[in-house]
């Protein structure tokens, strides 16, 4: 299949300011220049509202009235964030910095005005500095309480919530916080960098091959590689190499959690089913923690568009999806503990326990694997040498920025490959797509086939199969096969290979607890894992291990779609408050053997 049109551009968004504030993918930090266009430009009334009085009246039975002088700091950037300041008297100003010391001051406040961002609803680390240049008062509205006040307040929360998110955007897009020193295709260096991006933290990366100065600037020269690549922490603090736990101690992001706090639902995941879970259970008044190694999103955040998710006709990126639904689960409270593992389901008590990889144990009284799947790996010798090194498994902005005007091949048939194909289409020169089969009609929805067709620079080669991969540090040639040669029978020079050919559920943390699963190991919910026990017909997300429920693409036999997913995570709360009202009532159910 060769494909006969130019590639098709994202359409705009009905909202693009909410898509930016996860979607980082749309601002890749440029150190020392602005974005060329922002569209926060056309919206600093909603970033910097003024209250009118009658609004300030409605905030007050929320926080307490607190005094600066002047030349006061009120807050430095990863101090706990102390909740939304809302001037009463006198001018706050706020000043971003980086690691490297460089301060750029964003605004000064009057009254009427407040200082606060997304990390604020959560109690995360402050991403600015805080001063106040004038004698001044302000209400001081702790986290828990500017929660109760963006639900409490509706329409007065909604223009305080668009403020925090486009503020957050606007840090992000101006690149403070730590600087990432290395060789811009070095994998650590690329793994960090997505996993601040994916998780909203402003930064900025400074590539010492297109940026020698930078170097000598940063007095780095002498350091040898093994230092690379180098963190410069907003405080100063540098880390050599660090990884991605090592990088969030640096910067105040490793949650912590309330000694001796039963949770009602602790859910392993915060992909589309984990996060859907959050916002519906918090939003009844269950105690919820969400935990996730990675970023909010999962699956769905390696998605450039997403067009098939009800009520969004034009498409969304996976990545602001998931920002909105990790705000919405922060602003009903939602305990969201991110990057963080669990290792163990410790099920056989009362109360569960998980414990995470750092040995700390969360109790719960019910637990939702919302785990999800990641995708398998190909078996392809030497592939562990090129992973990060020319193989990815995702294909985000920084992928794509790697493959700009050069050719990337693609391997799976799926819909999440079509995705893939059809980004990348933007930025590759040519984009070669492998698959076993005959074609994509059986295993890639219509849309994306038709999109597909329309790309002059995607190429289909149908029974077509990797057999070797080679190059010296950085992958540089690929050795394929298809049905009209034999093996090896094709070499293509190639600096980019993305693999996704389908995906393995994320169980290893359940082997600690007796959770059934199919042959395949997918975890069984309802009637396959009671083994047909019709006391818990009504439990169709629960597993085999009564209070432990399984939803969305870790679940068996689920639909692995994002709205399928959200649905679960929705669905399995009604069967959480049975459950917690039975166990209040006395009932214990004994596990399925
Ligand atoms: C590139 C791509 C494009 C896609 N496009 C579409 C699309 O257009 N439309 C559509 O409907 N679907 C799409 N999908 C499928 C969709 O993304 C998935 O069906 C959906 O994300 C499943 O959600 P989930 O929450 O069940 O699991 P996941 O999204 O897999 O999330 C699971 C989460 O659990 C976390 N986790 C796993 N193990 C642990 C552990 N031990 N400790 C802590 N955290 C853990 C992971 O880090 C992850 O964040 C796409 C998938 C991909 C990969």
């Given at each position: 299949m060769e494909m006969t049109q130019g590639a098709s551009q994202p359409e705009a968004s009905p909202d693009p300011v909410a898509d930016q504030v996860a979607n980082q993918a749309a601002h890749e930090p440029v150190v020392g220049l602005e974005a060329p266009f922002s569209v926060l430009e056309t919206r600093k009334h909603q970033m910097f509202p003024t209250l009118t009085p009658a609004e300030i009246d409605r905030v007050r039975r929320f926080g307490t009235v607190a005094s600066f002088k002047a030349g006061e700091t009120l807050f430095c950037i990863g101090d706990p964030a102390p909740g939304m300041h809302l001037?009463?008297?006198?001018?706050?100003?706020?000043?971003?910095?980086?690691?490297?010391?460089?301060?750029?001051?964003?605004?000064?406040?009057?009254?009427?005005?407040?200082?606060?961002?997304?990390?604020?609803?959560?109690?995360?680390?402050?991403?600015?500095?805080?001063?106040?240049?004038?004698?001044?008062?302000?209400?001081?509205?702790?986290?828990?309480?500017?929660?109760?006040?963006?639900?409490?307040?509706?329409?007065?929360?909604?223009?305080?919530?668009?403020?925090?998110?486009?503020?957050?955007?606007?840090?992000?897009?101006?690149?403070?916080?730590?600087?990432?020193?290395?060789?811009?295709?070095?994998?650590?260096?690329?793994?960090?960098?997505?996993?601040l991006r994916r998780n909203g933290y402003p930064h900025k990366v400074v590539d010492i091959d297109t940026d020698p100065d930078a170097m000598a600037l940063l007095d780095v020269s002498n350091a040898p590689a093994s230092d690379f690549p180098m963190v410069i922490c907003p405080d100063g603090g540098i880390l050599r190499a660090p990884d991605e736990g090592q990088l969030a101690s640096c910067l105040g992001l490793v949650p912590e959690f309330t000694p001796d706090h039963v949770y009602d639902v602790v859910v392993v995941g915060a992909g589309p089913a984990g996060l859907a879970t959050a916002v519906y259970a918090a939003s009844e008044g269950l105690s919820v923690a969400v935990i996730d190694c990675r970023s909010p999103g999962g699956q769905a955040g390696a998605s450039a568009r997403i067009e098939n998710y009800l009520g969004f006709p034009t498409g969304i990126s996976g990545q602001a999806l998931a920002g909105r639904a990790f705000v919405q689960a922060l602003k009903f409270g939602a305990h969201v503990a991110i990057p963080l593992e669990v290792s163990a389901l410790h099920c056989g008590e009362n109360p569960i326990r998980i414990e995470l990889t750092d040995g700390r144990m969360v109790p719960t009284r019910t637990v939702v694997i919302a785990s999800g799947a990641q995708y398998r790996r190909a078996e392809i010798e030497s592939l562990d040498q090129y992973e990060g090194r020319g193989v990815y498994y995702w294909a985000s902005p920084v992928e794509a920025k790697l493959c700009k005007d050069e050719h990337a091949m693609l391997v799976g048939g799926g819909n999440s490959a079509g995705q893939a194909a059809v980004y990348l289409a933007s930025h590759a020169a040519e984009v070669h797509m492998l698959v076993r089969g005959e074609g994509l009609e059986a295993t890639m929805s219509r849309y994306l086939i038709d999109r597909l067709k329309g790309l002059p620079n995607v190429f289909l080669h149908t029974h077509a199969q990797i057999t070797a991969m080679e190059g010296d540090g950085w992958l540089s040639t690929v050795r394929y096969k298809e049905r009209s040669c034999g093996p090896d029978c094709i070499?293509?020079?190639?600096?980019?290979?993305?693999?996704?050919?389908?995906?393995?559920?994320?169980?290893?943390?359940?082997?600690?607890?007796?959770?059934?699963?199919?042959?395949?190991?997918?975890?069984?919910?309802?009637?396959?894992?009671?083994?047909?026990?019709?006391?818990?017909?009504?439990?169709?997300?629960?597993?085999?291990?009564p209070g432990v429920f399984a939803i969305g693409d870790v679940r068996s036999g689920s639909t692995k779609r994002v709205a399928a997913a959200v649905g679960e995570g929705a669905a399995v709360v009604a069967q959480i408050h049975r459950y917690l009202a039975g166990m209040q009532a006395g009932q214990t159910v004994q596990a399925v053997a």
């Open positions: 001037i009463l008297t006198g001018k706050l100003q706020i000043i971003q910095r980086d690691g490297l010391g460089n301060r750029f001051p964003i605004t000064d406040e009057g009254p009427g005005q407040f200082l606060a961002e997304v990390g604020q609803l959560s109690g995360k680390p402050a991403l600015v500095d805080a001063v106040a240049l004038e004698d001044s008062t302000a209400l001081v509205v702790p986290p828990e309480r500017l929660r109760a006040l963006l639900v409490a307040e509706a329409d007065l929360g909604e223009r305080i919530m668009r403020a925090l998110i486009l503020r957050r955007v606007g840090l992000i897009e101006r690149g403070g916080g730590p600087v990432l020193v290395g060789k811009g295709t070095q994998p650590l260096l690329l793994a960090l960098q997505a996993f070499t293509r020079p190639m600096r980019h290979v993305f693999l996704f050919i389908g995906a393995a559920p994320n169980t290893e943390w359940l082997r600690s607890c007796n959770v059934t699963t199919d042959p395949k190991g997918f975890v069984l919910t309802g009637y396959e894992a009671h083994q047909s026990c019709t006391e818990r017909a009504d439990y169709t997300l629960e597993t085999s291990v």
